[in-house]
């Protein structure tokens, strides 16, 4: 049996995994609200105790850089050691990863029903991968291909500067640096950035969330962007896409991913019809001197939002 596990700011999601016919299958799994537990150690010991698992290997993918087999968590007062959840799991090794590694892991178990095509560019199955997902913070990842199999690769990226495409988002940049010392893509690119770039468009606009701290602000501005109740919202959103496709762009173009840009992430997949208009496969092709390059690259929305579990699982099956 193997236990993985998806561990983010808002949720960590664990799941227990047989293999069968070579092929792991889900068993088990359970949902956790992140911010009500002291420790991912606290979470594991639930959940062993409610399912009973006894697991032969174990890994996970937990937002944060992995140095020194331990993990300080990006969006959560934790710390994360490898050899202690190995204690408290019996076992000699557990496999930790970055998110987005983990992600990337898990592009492989995906089928074709478990992506929605941007762009279809032209196929480099051996090129590099380029992993992208908003989410909680913003995470990104790169496949390399080893002569047999892609391999993936940890990032940072999320935390870079964010790099202005236009005179507005220049102005959004201003704006954000008014208030913080850093601004990083990932602030613009997460669930609380679309509040940020609302409040950039309009101070005079205001929903409920913005007052009431129990309401997601991500969810209300884009439910009214989907369902065309606020033009304040559906600006914001279609410029939070703009920007996402841009730096889509900017990893592909780092990276020289031919092999395609895969979208992951649940904020993508609840703004899919946004993200199907046009705007996003534009702003990731908008480079200098690289836009036919680009056009080249496929551009997909990974559907599966346990693509990132799963591929904690299949990492660390594949470790044992």
Not at 88 to 113: F, Y
């Amino acid at each position: 049996m193997i236990l993985a596990g998806d561990v983010g700011g808002t949720k960590t999601n664990l799941g227990l995994f047989d293999v069968q016919n070579g092929v792991l299958v889900k068993v088990a799994d359970k949902r956790y609200v992140s911010h009500e537990y002291k420790g991912l150690e606290e979470i594991i010991a639930d959940f062993v105790r409610t399912t009973g698992a006894k697991p032969t290997a174990a890994g996970f993918g937990i937002a944060g850089a992995v140095v020194d087999y331990r993990v300080h968590t990006s969006n959560l007062p934790w710390d994360v050691d490898g050899q202690t959840l190995a204690r408290q799991l019996g076992l000699g090794l557990v496999r930790l990863l970055n998110d987005l590694e983990a992600t990337a892991h898990g592009i492989s178990t995906l089928r074709p029903v478990d992506l929605e095509i941007l762009h279809q560019g032209v196929s480099a199955p051996e090129a590099p991968r380029a992993v992208i997902a908003a989410g909680t913070g913003l995470g990104e990842a790169i496949l390399f291909w080893d002569g047999s199999k892609h391999i993936p690769t940890a990032t940072e990226g999320g935390h870079a500067d964010f790099a202005p495409h236009t005179i507005r988002q220049a102005e959004l940049w201003k704006f954000i640096k008014a208030r913080s010392e850093f601004v990083s893509t990932e602030l613009i690119l997460s669930g609380r950035g679309f509040r940020t770039v609302h409040e950039f468009l309009s101070q005079a606009v205001r929903h409920p969330a913005f007052d009431d701290p129990k309401i997601d602000s991500a969810v209300e501005i884009t439910r009214m962007a989907l369902a065309r109740e606020c033009p304040v919202c559906i600006d914001a959103v279609g410029l939070w896409v703009e920007i996402y496709g841009s730096e889509a762009g900017n990893l592909a173009v780092r990276t020289v991913a031919r092999g395609g840009i895969y979208v992951a992430g649940g904020i993508a997949v609840k703004i899919l019809p946004l993200l199907q208009d046009g705007r996003f496969v534009a702003a990731a092709q908008h480079k200098e001197k690289m836009a036919d390059f680009l056009r080249q690259i496929p551009i997909q929305v990974v559907l599966d939002e346990e693509c990132p579990l799963k591929g904690a699982a299949n990492a660390a099956w594949k470790s044992c």
